[in-house]
Structures are given as C-alpha cells and as structure tokens.
C-alpha cells in the first residue's frame, strides 16, 4: 500500500513539473522550441545574447541594437544603463551594486532601402526586479512572426496576438472610381486570397507563397477581415471567391495607387512616419465583387 503511494506521488510531481514547463516557466527553450542562448550570470555583470527565432545568429547586414537596463543604484540614483552588443550578438556591463528593472531591447534594419525599428523579444521575461549583485542575465530574440507571450490563448483573428505583419481586408459596397453599387457576396462563399511575395523577408530570409482561405458571411463579419501574422515582406495580393453554387469570381482590389479596381493589388510595406518604436505599416486591402 505504502509502494503505490509513493508511486502515486511520484506521477503527481511529474504531472507538476510537466505542467511548469509547458507554461514557459522554468523551460530554458524559447516559445517557439528553438533552444535559448546561454549566458552565465556573473556578480555584477548585465550580460545576454540577441539571436534569431530559431536560435542562430543575427547576420542581416546594417543591422543595429539598442539594449538598455534601468535600475536605481545603493546611492539612490536612478540610471539607464545602455550596453554595446557585439557582432556574434553577445553583450556584457558591469553594473553598479543596486536594484534594476526588466531589461529591454530593440533592433533597427533595413528593408528596401528604408530603416524599421522593432521590439526585441525578451527570453523568460518572467522576473522582476532584480539585484545586480548575483549577476542579471537577459537574452532576447527578434521574432517576425508567431505568437506573442502574453497572449496565452492565441486568437488568428486578434491581430495583437502575433508577430507578424496585419493584413485589413475590407469590402467596398461602392466603388468610387465609377459610382456604381456593389453587392457582396452570397452567405456560405469563401475566399482564398492569394500573398505572391516580391521581396525577401525583412530578416534577409526567403519568402515563400500565401495561400489563405476565409469563410464569407455578411452577418458574422460585415465587410470586414483580416490576415494576421504575415511574414512582413513586400506582396502582390489576390482573391478568388468560391460561391455556395461550386462558381468562382475573381475578385477586384483596389489600387494604391491610382485607386482603381485590378485583379491584383500591391502590399508595400512602409515605416510609420514619427519614427519611434514600431514595426511595419501594410496598407489596406479594399475589395468588390465584379
């Protein structure tokens, strides 16, 4: 009786530790399974590595880090620390004895010939204030796409939820460019639009062909979609409905450029113009049913 309720136990903190480790809690894996860098906490020392999603190093040329630590020193002043990483992504400072804040870091790159600013992701950003004494190791990761930590039940219709780039899709009961009324498309439709990328991701990594399908109804979604957590990359966008009969029409999107309706329509990326920290600002993809 005594062995089964030893054995019970033991199957009970396996149940537990597993369960810790699937929270991210005490996993030294990033969210997306690739294996965390490792830094050593060493007294006194603010030390961490900035690496890709999948753990390898960052190579994009032009590339730049800004990675700060905040924190009050034992002679009550309050300073923000900046540290230099170096080109395999490591950094390291000696810090001052004192209390610091949750390090915090963002990258600047370039994409066609424009420079992008982007949170960096924190590795277990799960500790709070800290005591530079025993040593305060941060690593970070630039995600472009997947789930954000704090979203613990991610949503693909939740465009906060994602890394990636948010795609607005909106249907036009008018069109403008020749005053005509459109009509939407009959409940129980679907859409496949079609992402053909015509640039390389803003990491410098091949991009690759979208497709995605959507339900269409009226009632449940009036008019208005989106396609969340885009690889940010340049495209060429285009849709193919499938009506309830087995027919297809394809879709007409609406120029950015000199707001007519084509078959296809361009996605180009852009910087948001007050500079700061942001990330990508697609346009909007407006649609009618010929």
């Given amino acids: 009786m005594t062995g089964r309720l030893l054995n019970r136990m033991k199957l009970s903190l396996v149940a537990v530790v597993t369960f810790s480790l699937g929270c991210g809690v005490t996993s030294d894996r990033n969210t997306d399974g690739a294996p965390a860098a490792a ?22 040329p032009g590339v730049r880090f800004s990675i700060a630590i905040n924190g009050i020193t034992a002679v009550g002043e309050n300073n923000r620390f900046p540290v230099s990483v170096g080109a395999d992504g490591t950094f390291s400072l000696k810090l001052p004895r004192g209390m610091f804040y949750p390090p915090y870091g963002t990258i600047t790159f370039p994409f066609e010939g424009k420079n992008y600013v982007a949170d960096l992701d924190p590795v ?40 990636g780039i948010t795609v607005p899709l909106l249907f036009q009961p008018y069109r403008s460019d020749n005053q005509q009324v459109m009509r939407p498309l009959p409940d129980g439709s679907s859409i496949v639009w079609t992402l053909r990328p015509t640039s390389k991701l803003i990491d410098g990594s091949e991009a ?27 495209y060429e966008v285009s849709g193919v409905a499938t009506l309830p009969d087995g027919s297809t029409k394809l879709l007409l999107l609406q120029d950015m450029d000199d707001r007519k309706y084509k078959p296809t329509s361009r996605l180009v990326l852009a910087p948001y113009a007050n500079g700061g920290t942001v990330y990508t600002l697609p346009a909007m993809i407006m649609w009618v049913v010929p």
């Avoid at 800290?130 to 219709?157: C, E, H, Y």
């Fill in 39 to 60: 830094a050593a906490a060493a007294p006194g020392q603010f030390s961490g590595r900035v690496t890709n999603a999948d753990g390898s190093r960052i190579t994009l």
């Fill in 124 to 163: 277990n950003p799960g500790e709070g204030t800290r005591n530079s004494a025993g040593g305060i190791v941060q690593n970070f990761v630039w995600r472009i796409t997947g789930p954000k930590p704090r979203a613990l039940n991610p949503d693909i219709n939740n465009a906060t939820h994602w890394f």
């Fill in 208 to 234: 690759k062909l979208l497709s995605i399908k959507r339900r269409w109804s009226e009632m449940a979604s009036p008019s208005m979609d989106a396609l969340n957590d885009l690889p940010p990359t340049n």
